[in-house]
């Protein structure tokens, strides 16, 4: 069994699914006001070398995005922690951007499409700390590389510190207070057994309550021994979640060839990477790559054009030019649609929000 594994989880490929529909909102009788209410998908794309170095300096126009072959027409586009621009002035069926509206499945919060552009900036990274009796021998350096962490992160707006061994804590809620999260970090106790995927569900779930680039970052020392839910379903909500997954762990786990093979193949479903450190200097190395992936991502956002799959949607981002053709694209490879909840009064449909 891996003795140690530094999971991290950081979800910088946001998804804010609004769906298609329209509403009848009369402004006097016999004049109905017809609100437009709109998806917008969001993706955050690392484009690399052959040696791993990050490209750029890209515009709009060197990327094509596709979603089940569909082409789509980019909305917003922004690069490294800079406010993403709006590209479009029209929603779908016509309307304009400012007088489009979208509504937050989870919140219920409605705003014109408009104000949209500011939902896809900053980040919200939540920190997941294994607790677990895994833990025991390495639980200080762990605390001060993830303390080390989280003073870095200059472009993040928000985040948070969760600790879990067989069950979930919430040390520090998402904030700006960055004392308050240290003060978190600090706080965590060892516990026992490892519920490694029921704990990162449920912080996903969590994540996908916010809009913006959703960062989920898993510090783990051994493999899941506790959990019911398999890894698969976690995968597979954070890619429809827009939450990307970012992976740490030790040299000994990277001993244990289940877990090895579930923590590459849900980092590159979801657009994030798998590390595998041997000592804890390797561990803050692995820590500064990822804060320095935040740094570089393409923010790229898109209305989804109109597409009678209800059930996975596969998403191609491909570079134009030959000329950058020979650079490595990584980001999630698609999204499920999943039923949302509504207000009252609202007309049932299906989003990309989390179900209960």
Known sequence: MAKRACVVIVGFSLVLFFSFRTRAVPQEPGAPHIHVVVDMVQLNVAVTDNQGNYITGLHPQDFAIAEDGIVQKLATFGEGNE???????????????????????????????GDLSSLVAGANVFVLFDTSNYMYRGFVFAQDAIADFVR??????????????????????????????????????AGDDAALYNCLLLTVKDAAQYPGRK???????????????????????????GTAIYMISTRQAQLEPISTAVFERMTAATGGKAYFAKTWRDEKRAFASIRDDLAHLYSLSYYPQANNNTGWRSISVKLMSEKLKKYHVRTRDGYRLQPSRFSAGSVPSVSGSVPE
């Open 152 to 189: 870095s992160l200059e472009g993040a707006d928000k985040v948070a510190v969760y600790s879990y061994s067989r069950d979930l804590s919430r040390a520090a809620r998402l904030t700006a207070d960055r004392t308050q999260v240290l003060r978190g970090v600090r706080n965590t106790v």
């Open 83 to 113: 406010p993403a621009r709006r590209l479009l002035e029209n929603a779908p069926g016509g309307q304009s951007l400012g007088q489009a509206v979208s509504q937050d499945p989870d919140t219920g919060q409605r705003v014109t499409a």
């Open 215 to 241: 960062v989920v970052v898993v510090f783990s020392n051994g493999p899941d021994n506790a959990s019911m839910v398999p890894p698969e379903d976690v995968a597979e909500l954070a890619q429809s979640t």
